[in-house]
Nanobody, 119 residues
Framework: QGQLVESGGGLVQAGGSTKLSCTAS???????MAWYRQPAGKQRDLVAS????????TYSDSVKGRFTISRDTTKNTGYLQMNNLKPEDTAVYYC?????????????WGKGTLVTVSP
């Protein structure tokens, strides 16, 4: 059964960088994937997405030019490189992936990883 596990994040100073990873565990095939974030007390919003073929890639306006989404299909892992971080980037970051499950593409969510950007 597909399961997504995020790693990375933690406490980062403003202007710094960090990289998040999202790995699909088990003998699975992952298609498109995306990163979302949810600041405390706010809704979960899309940050970036990438298709199974690697294109197209989309970003929210707030992270364009600072964040880069990528994937390594050989490792069933997606990444979110986050540069020039700002305090307003503080949030729990979730990955979502489409995994081939019992004859259909099923969306799975990771449990989230907290990124805190200090001023």
């Amino acid at each position: 059964q597909g399961q997504l596990v995020e790693s990375g994040g933690g406490l980062v100073q403003a202007g710094g960088s960090t990289k998040l990873s999202c790995t699909a565990s088990g003998n699975v095939v992952m298609n498109s994937m995306a990163w979302y974030r949810q600041p405390a007390g706010k809704q979960r919003d899309l940050v970036a997405s990438i298709t199974g073929g690697g294109r197209p890639i989309t970003y929210s306006d707030s992270v364009k030019g600072r964040f880069t989404i990528s994937r390594d299909t050989t490792k069933n892992t997606g990444y979110l490189q986050m540069n020039n971080l700002k305090p307003e980037d503080t949030a729990v970051y979730y990955c979502k992936g489409e995994i081939w499950t019992k004859g259909a593409w099923v969306e799975y969510w990771g449990k989230g990883t907290l990124v805190t950007v200090s001023p």
